[in-house]
């Protein structure tokens, strides 16, 4: 038997170890998954927004206000008047029976009459007693009543106020962003420069990067040659993962981090700047249906800390210019987006991940 629970002790004890590996190797599992979904959306920035309609309809901006209901729908039921009090009838003489018996019975037969006499006076007296109460019962409890109804309708009356000026005030904030897209619809419709910066801001916004690769759009619209000026600011190349993989050191028991070549880590941010420019031009055009911007130069770069200097600065490590024809000739679909730059005339940094900003002076629409 000694032996028999020291091998059920045993093989419990490899069945709580197997346990708990596959349970670290689970963890670690789900952080590949974590770190492969992650760069599949940087490497994917591009393409996240092919499929995409950038187009803002502003009409479909504006907005309705929306008022919760009443609360305090109680005070709108008046109160039930009081019911007149009811009127008991009166009491009536009950004539006593005549007495039986052979002796006495004319003095009995007095004494039950002046009994039922006095009861009857006393009952009539009460009554009548009470008759005389009850219009001033009544009086009362409507004058209890009236106060009450005065209060309720005086606290629905301010309730109602209050409630009227909340709507009133969404009322006014919903006329006023609405009001505000129909200028920018109308600045549109002359190609004003507030109206075309403002719009393309919103488009911009509506462009969801990865938490990841977080990304931010400054424009500026030049009317008389109709070209926007774009910088995009992305991530600093330490700012991405570095991690080519997690796996579990049985012996430690410990997560390990297996780190990516800095070739790699290179080519990742190398390659997502150059999806970044692509993709704010795809956008931008696409979205101005109009056809109000007719060229873009776009500047994208980090805010990083000069190498030279040492002090924080917008480096511009990938710049292009592009006619709106030119470029929206091109099918991004089946594109190397490095190859596209490039036939586009712009100025891509070699090595991005060493912060050299790139020569912007050269860079003109073709």
């Known amino acids: 038997m000694a032996r028999a629970d020291e091998a059920e002790r045993k093989r419990y004890e490899r069945e709580a170890k197997a346990a708990y590996v596959e349970m670290r190797q689970a963890e670690v599992d789900e952080l590949n998954e974590d770190l492969a979904l992650e760069y599949d959306e940087i490497d994917g920035l591009l393409a996240l927004t092919l499929d995409l309609d950038d187009y803002v309809d502003l009409e479909g901006l504006k907005v309705r206000a929306v008022h919760p209901p009443f609360p305090r729908w109680d005070l709108e039921t008046p109160r039930p008047a009081p019911l007149p009090t009811p009127v008991p009838e009166a009491p009536v003489f009950i004539e006593p ?3 039986t018996g052979l002796f006495g019975k004319k003095k009995k037969f007095e004494e039950a009459q002046q009994r039922a006499r006095a009861e009857y006076e006393q009952a009539w007296g009460q009554w009548a007693a009470y008759r005389d109460w009850i219009p001033t019962q009544d009086a009362q409890q409507a ?11 005086n606290l629905l009356a301010a309730e109602r106020e209050r409630y009227d000026a909340a709507c009133a005030v969404r009322e006014a904030e919903v006329a006023e ?3 505000s897209i129909d200028t920018l619809i109308a ?5 004003a420069v507030d109206a075309v910066q403002e719009y393309v801001g919103i488009v911009l916004a509506n462009s969801l990067y990865p938490d990841a690769f977080p990304v931010e759009h ?3 619209f030049d009317p008389t040659t109709a070209e926007l000026t774009l910088r995009v600011t992305v991530p600093a190349p330490d700012a991405l993962r570095i991690i080519k993989g997690f796996r579990y050191v049985k012996a430690s028991d410990e997560v390990v981090e297996t780190q990516l070549s800095k070739t790699a880590a290179n080519e990742r941010y190398a390659s997502a700047l150059h999806q970044v420019a692509l993709r704010s031009l795809h956008e931008i055009f696409e979205a101005d249906r109009r056809g109000l911007i007719k060229a873009i130069s776009a500047q994208i770069g980090p805010e990083a ?8 600065k ?4 990938v710049a292009v210019a592009a006619p709106r024809d030119t470029f929206m000739e091109i099918d991004l679909s089946g594109v190397v987006p490095l190859a596209t730059l490039q036939h586009l005339g712009a100025a891509v940094a070699k090595n991005p991940s060493a912060l050299t900003a790139i020569d912007t002076a050269g860079v003109r629409r073709s």
């Open 187 to 191: 600045g549109l419709g002359y190609g």
């Open 97 to 99: 029976p005549a007495p």
């Open 305 to 312: 800390n000069d190498p030279a200097t040492g002090r924080q």
């Open 177 to 179: 962003q609405n009001s």
């Open 314 to 317: 917008f480096i511009p490590l």
């Open 143 to 153: 004058q209890e009543h009236a106060t009450l109804e005065e209060g309720r309708i």
């Open 218 to 220: 400054e424009a500026e």
